[in-house]
């Protein structure tokens, strides 16, 4: 008896050759991986992976299937799913939602020690020693001089240890998962276009490509939280923004991809917030591809927009 997890592989490998199909791709049966656009038979199966949207270490979930090597790239110490985790564990130690302890540096005026910190909502934080990985007396020389510190005085540093990262490659996570969640929602005949060629540009060299404009803060957001919309920005054009959290990503419509982001890029985007106008949709899990199963004039698509931010 085959596993829920490979039945639910070999549904969505179906449904991407009915859907590649359905715009009049012939793969000859082939499922072809959505970030690196190569395509794979049913006895490659193996080489494909559930997707999860956003990354599982930032409480993602399964939607869609990659190949081995577009999820793999990912991950890892050097992936931008790595750093994304690493600068939410900063997100998270201000605003006070920190799942755990984690390893900081701690320090009061010149005085430094290894310790295990927690950021409670409304209480304060909590601080744990790590005697194994301070120099003998540091923890009590930190202890004395923090009796010391008053209100307004002395100067008290945490550095996260081992949670460094990327600022560029943390924004290119997000990207991904949102091209992601579009691909999901929409199938190959948006994702698998031209103007998306700069995207996935962007999400296989970050360092490379240089692809601005795509990222903003929703700082009301609350994390967890998953939407995807079809909107109106103004003087930046249509687009597909997709929310996660206190994150926003802006993809391009059916236009030219570079001249979209490069729109975005010199706008008051997102210094000073950007108004916008548009149509929530259902959050595409499971995925419904839903462009590939009907019939539209890709060339001049006609969208109804209503609500506002």
């Known amino acids: 008896m085959r596993s829920s997890s490979r039945q639910r592989k070999e549904r969505l490998f179906r449904q991407g050759v009915k859907a590649l199909q359905a715009i009049g791709v012939d793969t000859d049966g082939e499922y072809v991986c959505p970030l690196c656009l190569h395509g794979f038979r049913y006895d490659q199966i193996e080489a494909l992976t559930h997707e999860h949207v956003p990354p599982k270490s930032l409480k993602g979930n399964w939607l869609v299937l990659t190949c081995l090597r577009c999820n793999h790239r990912a991950s890892g110490p050097h992936g931008v799913d790595t750093h994304a ?87 290119v996570s997000w990207l991904r998962s949102a091209y992601l969640a579009a691909f999901a929602a929409f199938g190959y005949r948006y994702a698998a276009r031209p103007e998306l060629n700069c995207v996935r540009e962007k999400i296989e060299s970050p360092e490379n490509c240089s692809l601005t404009g795509f990222h903003a803060w929703k700082l009301d957001g609350e994390p967890g939280t998953k939407q995807i919309a079809i909107v109106s920005c103004g003087p930046l054009g249509e687009g597909i923004l997709v929310t996660f959290g206190q994150h926003l990503v802006l993809l391009p419509w059916f236009q030219e991809g570079r001249s979209f982001y490069e729109r975005t890029s010199s706008s008051v985007y997102p210094e000073e917030g950007f108004m916008y106008e548009g149509m929530a949709l259902d959050w595409p899990s499971p995925p419904r591809m839903e462009w590939d199963f009907i019939s539209i004039k890709a060339d001049n698509p006609v969208v109804s927009s209503e609500g506002s931010k």
């Open 85 to 171: 985790r690493r600068l939410e564990h900063h997100l998270d130690l201000l605003r006070g939602t920190m799942p755990e302890y984690l390893a900081v540096d701690f320090g009061v005026n010149d005085q430094r020690t290894g310790a295990r910190l927690r950021h409670i909502k409304g209480k304060g934080f909590d601080i744990r020693g790590l005697p194994d990985s301070s120099p003998p007396g540091s923890s009590e020389a930190v202890q004395a001089e923090l009796m010391g510190v008053r209100p307004g005085s002395g100067l008290i540093k945490v550095r996260l240890r081992g949670q460094e990262y990327d600022f560029e490659k943390h924004k």
